[in-house]
């Protein structure tokens, strides 16, 4: 089965930038829809963009759109999340998942996940 490891996560200070890297092993990435997601403490799971298998069509929720950016690298069966202008809100647990992507897209509709990397956004 495929798996998922995500990492790139750390502590970062207000405004600035990281890049979340989920890979994978086990099959090509490209035959796999990818989703990035977060999970703060006492919060829902909640969607932040989808890339899709074949053409690569990419999705962003509102909490991400113009400040994160995903994007993959079929070569190194990797999927990345740029993320820009990070916010103290943005801390979170980032988990990357297998196998959908829409302009709809909730953690119900993915059934593979990573183990997830700490993003802490602090002064």
């Known amino acids: 089965q495929l798996q998922l490891v995500e990492s790139g996560g750390g502590l970062v200070q207000p405004g600035g930038s990281l890049r979340l890297s989920c890979a994978a092993a086990?099959?090509?990435?490209?035959?796999?829809?990818i989703g990035w997601f977060r999970q703060a403490p006492g919060k829902e799971r909640e969607g932040l963009s989808c890339i899709k298998s074949g053409h690569g069509d990419t999705y962003y929720t509102n909490s991400a759109r113009g400040r994160f950016t995903i994007s993959r690298d079929i070569a190194k069966n990797t999927v990345y999340l740029q993320m820009n202008n990070l916010r103290p809100e943005d801390t979170a647990v980032y988990y990357c998942a297998t196998d959908w992507c829409s302009s709809w897209f909730t953690p119900n509709d993915y059934d593979n996940w990573g183990q997830g990397t700490q993003v802490t956004v602090s002064l």
């Open positions: 086990g099959s090509t990435l490209d035959y796999y829809a």
